[in-house]
């Protein structure tokens, strides 16, 4: 695993936790006061939006390949831009402070109006930043995946994720032992590694291998040449 993308991908899992995790508790507190006769539509959507990205990244942060999280991030993204777009229509452009005094009603009687449309700014604005944070997260997906594939990792939709090296750097290697380094097995070129260059081996016999990666995500050529020449 490369430290830098780990990193960051921890950052962008942790920073939605907690944004949909105030959204879900925000919509729990307005279905225990609604449900079912009011707001029921609204409050059911954003109940089960903020606790399907809990629970879809819960199952991705350890077991995910690229050709899983590109569409997971991409569908949570589309969620929650409509969750963003709905609250917008509910809240419109009021002003919380111009609503003092005045009540909203709700099953079991009424709630201040003012507190109600802070809860609903609350979801608004948190909603809104999952979905650009799920546009930068795909972005950037996309183009280190890409970079991985430039480095010859033509298969690198059906890899580990965390198999991705950051803007810049070659991949590590996924360790699946604990506390043990994982190295290639034989006849693997890592991508990146002796990218453009060509990579000498000196079996016994008198003779080398030249190995040279091959160019857009093409095989490599294995040449057997006499040492003398090498």
């Given at each position: 695993?490369?430290?830098?993308?780990?990193?960051?991908?921890?950052?962008?899992?942790?920073?939605?936790?907690?944004?949909?995790?105030?959204?879900?508790?925000?919509?729990?507190?307005?279905?225990?006061?609604?449900?079912?006769?009011?707001?029921?539509?609204?409050?059911?959507?954003?109940?089960?939006?903020?606790?399907?990205?809990?629970?879809?990244?819960?199952?991705?942060?350890?077991?995910?390949?690229?050709?899983?999280?590109?569409?997971?991030v991409f569908i949570l993204?589309?969620?929650?831009?409509?969750?963003?777009?709905?609250?917008?229509?509910?809240?419109?452009?009021?002003?919380?402070?111009?609503?003092?005094?005045?009540?909203?009603?709700?099953?079991?009687?009424?709630?201040?109006?003012?507190?109600?449309?802070?809860?609903?700014?609350?979801?608004?604005?948190?909603?809104?930043?999952?979905?650009?944070?799920?546009?930068?997260?795909?972005?950037?997906?996309?183009?280190?995946?890409?970079?991985?594939?430039?480095?010859?990792?033509?298969?690198?939709?059906?890899?580990?994720?965390?198999?991705?090296?950051?803007?810049?750097?070659?991949?590590?290697?996924?360790?699946?032992?604990?506390?043990?380094?994982?190295?290639?097995?034989?006849?693997?070129?890592?991508?990146?590694?002796?990218?453009?260059?060509?990579?000498?081996?000196?079996?016994?016999?008198?003779?080398?291998?030249?190995?040279?990666?091959?160019?857009?995500?093409?095989?490599?050529?294995?040449?057997?040449?006499?040492?003398?020449?090498?």
């Amino acid at each position: 695993m490369t430290v830098r993308f780990a990193n960051h991908r921890l950052a962008f899992y942790v920073a939605v936790f907690v944004l949909s995790g105030t959204v879900l508790g925000v919509s729990a507190y307005f279905a225990s006061i609604f449900l079912p006769g009011l707001h029921a539509d609204f409050t059911i959507f954003s109940l089960i939006i903020s606790a399907l990205t809990i629970f879809s990244l819960l199952l991705t942060l350890q077991w995910a390949q690229p050709r899983t999280e590109v569409p997971l991030v991409f569908i949570l993204g589309a969620l929650w831009l409509a969750m963003g777009a709905w609250s917008t229509d509910v809240i419109g452009n009021t002003q919380c402070d111009t609503l003092g005094g005045a009540r909203t009603p709700t099953k079991n009687g009424d709630i201040s109006a003012q507190a109600y449309c802070r809860e609903v700014k609350v979801v608004q604005a948190f909603s809104w930043m999952v979905f650009v944070l799920f546009v930068f997260w795909f972005i950037i997906m996309i183009q280190l995946i890409n970079q991985a594939q430039r480095f010859g990792r033509w298969r690198i939709w059906e890899e580990p994720i965390r198999e991705l090296g950051w803007f810049g750097e070659m991949p590590g290697y996924y360790n699946q032992h604990n506390g043990a380094a994982a190295y290639p097995q034989a006849g693997y070129i890592p991508y990146g590694y002796g990218y453009g260059y060509p990579m000498v081996q000196q079996p016994q016999g008198g003779q080398s291998i030249i190995i040279q990666p091959g160019s857009n995500g093409q095989p490599a050529t294995v040449t057997t040449v006499p040492m003398s020449s090498v």
